[in-house]
């Protein structure tokens, strides 16, 4: 048997997240994207797909290792991209700031997922994804959407805690069901 696994802090979204979420939606009604849902908005920290069952208790462990070695730490949501080439973008995303703050933990995490046979992720590109973009009609508005916030500290956070969460796939959009959490030391 399998589920479907990742890795993930969990954010809390605050006022000033909620408003320009809000305008990216208004302002981009007419396109197709499918947006991230509130209580799903998460920065993932690895992604396992479909996992035999067996493997979980082994990726709990590497988890609950890693949080008990690392103390909590602040970062921020900065920055407004894109995936895909810029002619054709598939993913918004928000950036995560400074980065050099989530790196230990996301070290201490490989490391045991590979010592078990996963792969380390070729590129880590830590980030916020906020919607899937299925088409877009005028590409100029929505590079001046992404300019009008490109400085802007959308929200401050303290990470003190991540979660091993099951993926849920169904027609209308997943279900992130939180299988565990692991706090970091104090």
Request: hydrophobic content about 40%; aromatic content about 12%.
């Amino acid at each position: 048997m399998e589920k479907r696994i990742f890795v993930a802090i969990k954010i809390n979204p605050d006022k000033g997240f909620i408003n320009i979420y809000d305008d990216f939606k208004n302002q981009l009604s007419s396109d197709r994207i499918k947006w991230v849902e509130m209580e799903n908005i998460h920065i993932t920290l690895k992604f396992f797909g479909e996992t035999n069952v067996n493997l979980i208790p082994k990726i709990s462990e590497i988890c609950k290792n890693a949080s008990n070695k690392i103390n909590p730490f602040s970062m921020h949501l900065k920055g407004i991209g894109t995936f895909g080439n810029a002619n054709n973008p598939k993913v918004i995303w928000l950036g995560i700031s400074p980065v050099e703050n989530l790196m230990p933990l996301h070290r201490q995490l490989h490391a045991g997922f590979e010592n078990i046979g996963f792969e380390k992720d070729a590129l880590f590109k830590p980030h916020l994804t906020l919607g899937r973009i299925k088409t877009l009609q005028n590409i100029n508005s929505f590079e001046n959407l992404k300019q009008k916030y490109q400085e802007t500290v959308i929200q401050q956070f303290k990470v003190t805690e991540f979660h091993l969460y099951e993926s849920i796939l169904r027609p209308v959009g997943p279900i992130y069901k939180s299988l565990e959490v692991y706090n970091f030391k104090k």
